[in-house]
C-alpha cells in the first residue's frame, strides 16, 4: 500500500469536539482498509486568510498531519468524505515518499568538490550539434 499524509485545519473548536472530529477522520481511513502511521498536531494558528464554511467566516484553526498507507482506490472515497465533513476547513493528500538509501546517483563534481551546473565543459567550444543536444530549440525559427 502507497504511504500518504493528510493536511487538516480544523475549525477553532473546544478541546472534547475537536478530539472527536480527528477520531472521525481517522475512523475514515481506518475503515477503507488504511493503516495509520503517525497523528503530528502543529497547533493552533492563526490563518493566512479568512476562511468560508457553511457555518460562516474563520480565522484561527488546529492544523494536524496525519501519516497512513490506503490502497489506491480508496483515497478518492476517503478525501471526498473528509472534504464532505463540516469541522475540516482545508484538507490535502499528498503521496509519501520515503528516503532510500540504496539509491546511487552519478556524481557530477570536480576534484575540490565543486558541484558542476552544466554537465559540459566551456574550455572546448561547443559544436552545433552539442548546443541542439542541451537546447531543444536551438535553430528554430519562430
Not at 472534547?16 to 495509520?36: C, Y
Not at 484538507?91 to 558541484?115: I, Q, W
Request: charged residues 30%.
Amino acid at each position: 500500500m502507497p504511504a500518504y499524509e493528510l493536511f487538516l485545519i480544523i475549525k477553532n473548536l473546544p478541546r472534547p469536539e475537536l478530539v472527536q472530529s480527528i477520531k472521525r477522520g481517522a475512523e475514515l481511513i481506518l475503515k477503507n482498509d488504511g493503516i495509520i502511521r503517525s497523528f503530528e498536531n502543529l497547533g493552533h494558528k492563526s490563518l493566512p486568510y479568512r476562511i468560508k464554511s457553511s457555518e460562516g467566516y474563520h480565522t484561527e484553526g488546529n492544523y494536524m498531519l496525519i501519516k497512513f498507507d490506503l490502497p489506491r482506490d480508496q483515497l478518492n472515497s476517503v478525501t471526498a468524505e473528509i472534504r464532505k465533513d463540516g469541522d475540516f476547513l482545508r484538507s490535502g493528500v499528498s503521496f509519501l515518499r520515503e528516503l532510500d538509501e540504496t539509491y546511487d546517483a552519478e556524481c557530477r563534481c570536480l576534484e575540490s568538490g565543486k558541484f558542476i551546473k552544466f554537465p559540459f565543459n566551456f574550455e572546448k567550444p561547443m559544436t552545433v550539434w552539442d548546443k541542439k543536444k542541451i537546447f531543444k530549440n536551438y535553430g528554430l525559427r519562430l
